[in-house]
């Protein structure tokens, strides 16, 4: 072969490689921007209704306690895919279901028992109890809420009443003598605070509180409180949204391991990227509405039943009360 005929089938070869690589450059970019489009417009890869994202958020006590499936926290978080909105509802444990009779709080628990699906079991029954669906679940222990607090940098609480319990249990310490000495004192006063992952747990954890913040309604109105103080916290982090991205989602990373969900990380990436996409489009700034429904509310009724022989309170849902949760977010 002389030289002038192998140069010429050489150049053929890096002609028709270049041509192969611009192809296969050209066809990725195609793919991704159909990704984009369904991720970022469409929203295809997202469960929603009319356009809201529903998840049920359940926060569960201490993997070692007696009633470790029994949630006391119970949130809607409602997220809107085509503005920085999100709706945070927070339901009462203490909620009657007359269908199971049961309380909302046992759920989760009765899921377990029910279903080997039971995320999606516990989704439908309280979907068919706020009377929204429900497109996914997460389930949180607060166990794991200190690593998710202290890798923030602490989260801002706004105390609302303040309380001292003097029967706080100090871990480790739970037998020793004279019995005094398994407890300490913690207080907390009224108004903004910011707690680290170790106090918020104290926060949320302690049970003799003199007075009204001693009762069990009184923990979970604590609970709550911290979760929405989390989720506000991540969803107005605009140094994640603008300036380390990246950070963010290695904190995401980070947590994903901790939270209980039926929600893929493939719905996870999609989420947020499309309801990040809204947040910068606004500046950074998320619009979060809360709404907490406790005893005192028009739409529920405090009640004391008799529950496998014994007297209990429970809140009985009125009418109006699916009605006021599908105008909290907006899907009447």
Do not use: C
């Not at 989760?108 to 996914?136: A, C, E, F, N």
């Not at 003199?210 to 979760?227: K, T």
């Not at 994640?240 to 996870?268: A, C, H, I, N």
């Amino acid at each position: 072969m002389d030289l002038r005929r192998w140069l010429i089938q050489v150049g053929s070869w890096l002609i028709f490689g270049l041509f192969g690589l611009i192809i296969t450059l050209i066809l990725m970019v195609l793919i991704g921007m159909y990704s984009w489009y369904h991720i970022m417009v469409k929203g295809s890869y997202i469960k929603n209704d009319l356009g809201r994202v529903n998840v049920l958020v359940l926060g569960k006590g201490d993997k070692d306690h007696q009633a470790a499936d029994l949630t006391d926290t119970i949130m809607l978080v409602s997220i809107n895919l085509f503005a920085p909105k999100v709706t945070m509802i927070s339901l009462p444990r203490d909620l009657w279901d007359k269908k199971l009779e049961a309380k909302i709080n046992s759920f989760y628990y009765w899921g377990k028992q029910k279903s080997p699906d039971y995320l999606d079991w516990t989704k439908k029954q309280m979907g068919r109890v706020v009377g929204v669906p429900i497109d996914y679940a997460m389930v949180v222990d607060f166990n794991d809420l200190e690593k998710i607090i202290d890798d923030l940098g602490g989260v801002w609480v706004r105390v609302e009443k303040g309380f001292d319990d003097y029967l706080y249990p100090i871990k480790g310490k739970e037998n020793v003598y004279p019995i005094s000495e398994r407890y300490e004192h913690v207080s907390f006063k009224a108004g903004w605070q910011k707690m680290s992952g170790q106090r918020a747990l104290v926060f949320v954890r302690s049970r003799h509180a003199q007075g009204d913040e001693g009762s069990d309604f009184a923990r979970a109105r604590r609970q709550q409180l911290l979760i929405r103080s989390i989720v506000n916290q991540v969803l107005n982090n605009r140094e994640v949204y603008f300036k380390r991205p990246q950070k963010g989602f290695e904190l995401l990373m980070g947590w994903w391991g901790l939270v209980e969900t039926d929600m893929s990380l493939k719905d996870l990436i999609g989420l947020g990227t499309k309801f990040g996409w809204q947040v910068m489009k606004n500046g950074g700034k998320v619009k979060i509405r809360t709404v907490a429904f406790d005893k005192d509310s028009p739409q529920l009724e405090a009640e004391k039943i008799d529950v496998f022989g014994e007297r209990v309170w429970v809140l009985q849902i009125k009418e109006g009360f699916q009605e006021k949760i599908r105008q909290e977010i907006g899907n009447k």
